[in-house]
């Protein structure tokens, strides 16, 4: 794909989507009611969304990749993809849980049942996708660093595309509660590239796409930080 500052914003558009946009969705699934439509759309990101991790792979080379960067992107994928679909399932019980709950059906909350479940949901899933998440980053930043300068950066549609993916990394990262994960990724990426590959910035778009993401990222969760004084989720300080 020639226009790579094109493909970051498909990237980061899709990415919304699916992580953010989803949750409008969560009205019974026709088919099978005790799933919502939005577990049932969900199904699809990792269809949609590690093909065009792939193809950034492959345009961050001139050169077809080597096998060993194949296999880490392979077992990258593999910790997205686990991360996702434990979430997708531990989060549509978890649900159905707290639904029963509150409208007094049934009410399992204080069992076992229900804290593994959350456990599930809310802590092992989120930090295996996002160990992904942050991995497939850095494996695309090192392919894209090592290239030869050859395509012009596209700053309208490659700023955009960091700006809304930046913003949704904070989402996730302070909703998934992986802060202490992302939070110090996102600064050292930023450092990394402002001080050693700013000048690579204008011939390199996906560098550029990852470099501004990071750096929304981490500038939204340190300001986040010190306005509470913390990394609230959003559900605790009455934002969602």
């Given at each position: 794909?020639?226009?790579?500052?094109?493909?970051?914003?498909?990237?980061?558009?899709?990415?919304?989507?699916?992580?953010?946009?989803?949750?409008?969705?969560?009205?019974?699934?026709?088919?099978?009611?005790?799933?919502?439509?939005?577990?049932?759309?969900?199904?699809?990101?990792?269809?949609?969304?590690?093909?065009?991790?792939?193809?950034?792979?492959?345009?961050?080379?001139?050169?077809?990749?080597?096998?060993?960067?194949?296999?880490?992107?392979?077992?990258?994928?593999?910790?997205?993809?686990?991360?996702?679909?434990?979430?997708?399932?531990?989060?549509?019980?978890?649900?159905?849980?707290?639904?029963?709950?509150?409208?007094?059906?049934?009410?399992?909350?204080?069992?076992?049942?229900?804290?593994?479940?959350?456990?599930?949901?809310?802590?092992?899933?989120?930090?295996?996708?996002?160990?992904?998440?942050?991995?497939?980053?850095?494996?695309?930043?090192?392919?894209?660093?090592?290239?030869?300068?050859?395509?012009?950066?596209?700053?309208?549609?490659?700023?955009?595309?960091?700006?809304?993916?930046?913003?949704?990394?904070?989402?996730?990262?302070?909703?998934?509660?992986t802060v202490m994960l992302g939070l110090?990724?996102?600064?050292?990426?930023?450092?990394?590239?402002?001080?050693?590959?700013?000048?690579?910035?204008?011939?390199?778009?996906?560098?550029a796409f990852f470099f501004t993401a990071?750096?929304?990222?981490?500038?939204?969760?340190?300001?986040?930080?010190?306005?509470?004084g913390g990394f609230p989720q959003f559900?605790?300080?009455?934002?969602?």
């Open positions: 794909m020639k226009n790579k500052s094109l493909l970051t914003l498909i990237f980061a558009i899709l990415s919304i989507v699916f992580f953010l946009l989803l949750i409008f969705f969560r009205t019974p699934f026709t088919l099978y009611p005790l799933m919502s439509n939005q577990d049932a759309l969900d199904l699809l990101t990792p269809l949609v969304l590690i093909p065009i991790y792939w193809l950034m792979f492959r345009e961050t080379s001139r050169e077809s990749s080597g096998l060993f960067e194949e296999i880490i992107f392979m077992l990258l994928a593999v910790f997205w993809i686990s991360g996702q679909g434990m979430h997708l399932a531990a989060n549509s019980i978890n649900n159905l849980i707290e639904s029963l709950a509150r409208t007094h059906v049934l009410d399992i909350k204080p069992t076992d049942i229900y804290q593994l479940t959350y456990f599930m949901d809310e802590h092992l899933s989120h930090y295996i996708w996002h160990i992904g998440i942050i991995g497939l980053a850095a494996l695309l930043i090192y392919r894209d660093w090592r290239r030869s300068a050859d395509t012009p950066t596209r700053w309208w549609s490659t700023v955009l595309a960091g700006l809304l993916y930046g913003f949704l990394l904070f989402c996730i990262f302070l909703e998934g509660q110090p990724f996102c600064i050292l990426i930023s450092l990394v590239v402002l001080i050693w590959g700013r000048k690579q910035l204008a011939q390199k778009p996906i560098l990071f750096l929304v990222a981490a500038l939204f969760l340190v300001g986040w930080g010190l306005y509470w559900s605790d300080v009455g934002l969602i």
